[in-house]
Antibody, heavy 115, light 108 residues
Framework: EVQLVESGGTLVQPGGSLRLSCAAS????????MSWVRQAPGKGLEWVST???????YYPDSVKGRFTISRDDSKNTLFLQMNSLRAEDTAVYYC?????????WGQGTLVTVSS | EIVMTQSPATLSVSPGERATLSCRAS??????LAWYQQKPGQAPRLLIY???TRATGVPARFSGSGSGTEFTLTISSLQSEDFAVYYC??????????FGGGTKVEIK
């Protein structure tokens, strides 16, 4: 059974930094395309980043240069380093296994950017 | 970026009735279209991929159709557990995957 468990979400001030983690079981992170998807309160879903099995990374313009996706193969864990955070980054952040569509999702972790 | 537009924003349906949800893409996505169901406080759940293939464990009352820019999710006979928000998502323009704004299916 695939399980993805996110952690690290909290309240952070604008301009601050935060690192989210996603511990995986039932799948090998470095053998899959893994993504972060976010959902602002009461809003829809937005793709945030993807890392290929080969290590190539992708971001939309809204977070490019501020967010970095990475993984620790020894811990089978996915990360999202978020810098220069803005109020509009406030959202629940989900990690998901991507194969075009997202078949497996974690339960999400809430990031609130506010002073 | 491919913009996905869902309609209606809210659909009021009585239990046992049929629900038809629409999703339109700003350009062709071929058959690379998925649907998700999301209940309050939960992560989205994959229902349909490849326009019409049900994900594992999804009841047969859920069906998807369409191609190119026009897609439909049909729930043949709504059950109480089906009242939720539904999102479509294109994966033709990879890696810039985009979602529709969602359709909330509520009890009439």
């Amino acid at each position: 059974e695939v399980q993805l468990v996110e952690s690290g979400g909290t309240l952070v001030q604008p301009g601050g930094s935060l690192r989210l983690s996603c511990a995986a079981s039932g799948l090998t992170v470095n053998s899959n395309y893994m993504s972060w998807v976010r959902q602002a309160p009461g809003k829809g879903l937005e793709w945030v980043s993807t890392i290929y099995s080969g290590g190539t990374t992708y971001y939309p313009d809204s977070v490019k240069g501020r967010f970095t996706i990475s993984r620790d193969d020894s811990k089978n864990t996915l990360f999202l380093q978020m810098n220069s955070l803005r109020a509009e980054d406030t959202a629940v952040y989900y990690c998901a296994r991507e194969s075009g569509y997202y078949a497996y999702w974690g339960q999400g972790t809430l990031v609130t950017v506010s002073s | 970026e491919i913009v996905m537009t869902q309609s209606p924003a809210t659909l009021s349906v009585s239990p046992g009735e049929r629900a038809t949800l629409s999703c339109r893409a700003s350009q062709s996505v071929s058959s690379n279209l998925a649907w998700y169901q999301q209940k309050p406080g939960q992560a989205p759940r994959l229902l349909i991929y490849g326009t019409s293939t049900r994900a594992t464990g999804v009841p047969a009352r859920f069906s998807g159709s369409g191609s190119g820019t026009e897609f439909t999710l049909t729930i043949s006979s709504l059950q109480s557990e089906d009242f939720a928000v539904y999102y479509c998502q294109q994966y033709n323009n990879w890696p810039a995957l985009t979602f529709g704004g969602g359709t909330k299916v509520e009890i009439k």
